[in-house]
């Protein structure tokens, strides 16, 4: 990232050069941000290697940008061989990752179920919102939380506690997210990170990646309603497999404010945008 340093070291000018420099700045620093963050996630997980399916993942997700907001936003889009049903992005911007588990493309019935999914993660890329999450009011919170359950997990050790495979999975990210996060956005960024990936990035975030979502699927010529289908699929799975954020880690399935009231919240959305309810 050698043009970064340059940038910086360049005499400070005014006006539209000045502001086009910022920008570049900050699209390496996400690009930088993205990277570390693809790396965390890649050495705990084994990347599925299927061209013709990453392919046409990656055909629809250029799609989907094409219709977003940032039309011109390079993704990378992976397949990770884990049988949990879910889908993930390191949501910062230019150059972001999105993950889909093969648990999650098991249970995909259509293009159009494929697409709702990847527009949601999208969005989330697009709006920024992990970074905007490790910058936000409730920073403070977070950290508290985090410690205690590191403290927690840390005790644990010692206790000879039998871990669940989600604890594991946090021990994982914990113990690798300090080197790969702190280069970009210092040590403070270490502890919520874990949280934002397995839990979602809050009600307010969750909703917007949503509502979002279905514009652009309309955008790009899927069908919207589709995507309220495919979230009452998720529904009847987490009730009958009886999950919850304890006991599996998705935050497809778990994220705030539930299934429920995504579920309302989308079609209220759709008859307002005088889209057919199927």
């Known amino acids: 990232f050698q043009a970064e340093d340059g940038i910086r070291d360049q005499p400070r000018s005014r006006g539209l050069g000045d502001v086009y420099k910022r920008q570049i700045v900050g699209e390496e620093k996400e690009i930088k941000y993205n990277f570390y963050a693809d790396r965390l996630i890649t050495s705990s997980r084994i990347i599925l290697f299927d061209e013709a399916l990453t392919q046409k993942i990656t055909k629809i997700g250029n799609k989907i940008i094409k219709a977003s907001d940032k039309p011109d936003m390079n993704c990378t889009f992976w397949i990770l061989n884990d049988p ?11 150059g ?14 259509s293009e159009d179920e494929l697409a709702g999914v990847l527009a949601h993660e999208i969005v989330h890329a697009v709006k920024k919102h992990q970074i905007k999450f490790l910058k936000s009011e409730f920073w403070s919170t977070f950290v508290g939380s985090f410690l205690l359950e590191f403290g927690a997990w840390v005790a644990g050790i010692y206790l000879g506690h039998t871990f669940t495979p989600y604890d594991a999975i946090r021990g994982e990210y914990i113990s690798q997210i300090g080197a790969c996060t702190t280069a970009f956005l210092g040590s403070k960024a270490v502890a919520p990170i874990i949280v934002t990936i397995m839990q979602g990035y809050g009600k307010e975030q969750e909703l917007e990646a949503d509502a979002l979502a279905i514009r652009y699927m309309a955008k790009a010529g899927y069908q919207p309603t589709v995507y309220i289908a495919f979230l009452k699929k998720l529904k009847s799975i987490r009730d009958k497999l009886k999950i919850n954020e304890k006991n599996y880690a998705s935050c497809l399935i778990n994220a705030k ?6 579920i309302k919240y989308v079609k209220r959305l759709i008859l307002e945008s005088k889209y057919e309810i199927k």
Do not use: H, K, V
């Open 257 to 262: 404010p539930g299934l429920e009231e995504r």
């Open 84 to 94: 949990t049903i879910n889908a993930y992005s390191t949501a910062s911007g230019e």
């Open 96 to 109: 972001s990752f999105i993950y889909f588990n093969t648990g999650l493309l098991d249970i995909i019935e």
